[in-house]
């Protein structure tokens, strides 16, 4: 590589970076109103040990594994008359041929039937191996396959949505969700609540949740972490083959530049896992999200590699550097770039770097 090649690229930063910091304010303002939390959590599997949802209305997605016939999952909440249950079944999408689970709603003054008013058009009885606790109502929505699997853009996966319950509170009380086993059990999400909200814990998480997402549609870990891994191999060979200065074991350098790679490395990631999904669901315009995401961490990844290889150090008056990096750690972290520890060493590429002398 020339001594100059990267040194004469600062002018491409400025633009680059009022444009990331741009889309990052507006998508982190935005995107939490079109996703789900993720929960895996508890056994719940009477309704004394149903596994207790704080609340309700906060849109989430309750991950869970029943092994076969008989095997129900239960979980309870708290609701207050009028207000709104909403309850989704969802199943990952792979071969299946002994029958899908069914979404059951106990509670008190819940009806069967037309005379719940909720919106089902497959409202049916409570299946027997489903315990109604004493003084509730049951409704149960058979769960049956859609024409077609539904894409999620955030994450990115695919899955089929098998049954819904949209109503209002009838009573003030305790209220249970429980989900059947078909014969061959399998991997369930349920759906519960509407409003979309995140806590910044939950939020910088995300990436961790992804791959137990990926696991719960049947995916191994080789498979999940092949563009990753596959990206950092190709890119040490490419830094060490230029004889940067960042071969010469500059702290600094290495940690920005092992960041660049883990943004890009999740940006193919994105890009991958988008592709197995659309190959099971049809096209939405959720895809344009999956996009955004990859082409944001395609960009903090080369952003941070230009700044890493550049042919002029880090010491004094280098201050633009030490924000960048700041910059990129943060969308790292915001963006669900670089499975976190890219975002933790771009951090660490602005903070170790700007003592050293020229």
């Given amino acids: 590589m020339k001594k100059g090649g990267f040194r004469n690229s600062g002018f491409l930063l400025r633009p680059a970076f009022v444009l990331l910091t741009t ?5 982190f303002l935005l995107s939490p109103v079109f996703a789900h939390v993720p929960v895996f959590d508890g056994e719940g599997k009477s309704p004394e040990e149903a596994i207790y949802v704080e609340d309700p ?19 309870s909440f708290e609701m207050e008359k009028g207000e709104r249950i909403l309850l989704g079944l969802i199943v990952p999408v792979e ?25 089902s058009e497959e409202a049916a009885e409570a299946p027997e191996t489903v315990k109604i606790p004493e003084g509730n ?27 819904r319950l949209d109503l209002e509170a009838p009573e003030n009380g305790t209220y249970y969700a429980a989900v059947n086993s078909p014969p061959g059990g399998g991997n369930y999400g349920v759906i519960l609540g509407y409003r979309e909200s995140f806590s910044l814990k939950e939020w910088l998480l995300i990436p961790l949740d992804q791959i137990r997402i990926y696991r719960w549609e ?18 040490f ?16 350098r290495w940690s920005g530049a092992v960041a660049g790679l883990l943004f890009l490395g999740t940006g193919i990631s994105f890009l991958s896992q988008m592709l197995v999904s659309l190959s099971k669901s049809a096209y939405t315009p959720e895809i344009i999200i999956t996009l955004f995401l990859a082409l944001a961490h395609l960009g903090l990844g080369a952003t941070a590699i230009v700044l890493s290889l550049r042919g002029k150090g880090y010491g004094k008056g280098r201050a633009r550097e030490k924000l960048y990096f700041l ?32």
Avoid: H, N
Wanted: charged residues 15%; glycine residues 16%; neutral net charge.
């Fill in 218 to 235: 049947g995916q191994g870990l080789l498979f999940i972490f092949s563009p990753l891994l596959l990206t950092l191999a190709v890119g």
């Fill in 57 to 75: 209305l906060k849109s989430r997605v309750l991950y869970g594994q029943l092994s076969g016939g008989g095997d129900v999952r239960y979980y």
């Fill in 327 to 358: 910059i990129l750690g943060l969308g790292g972290f915001l963006l669900w770039a670089g499975w976190i520890v890219g975002s933790f060493l771009a951090l660490e590429a602005g903070l170790i770097a700007w003592g050293r002398k020229e």
């Fill in 95 to 119: 071969p299946r041929t002994r029958g899908f689970p069914d979404l059951v709603l106990m509670g008190p003054g819940i009806v069967s039937g037309e005379e719940s008013g909720e919106k």
């Fill in 137 to 163: 109502g049951a409704l149960a929505v058979p769960g049956s396959q859609p024409k077609s699997a539904t894409y999620e853009g955030f994450t990115p996966s695919a899955f089929y949505s098998l049954a």
């Fill in 237 to 252: 060979l490419i830094i060490l083959r230029t004889k940067a200065e960042v071969v010469d074991y500059d702290p600094g």
């Fill in 23 to 27: 889309l990052l304010t507006a998508y």
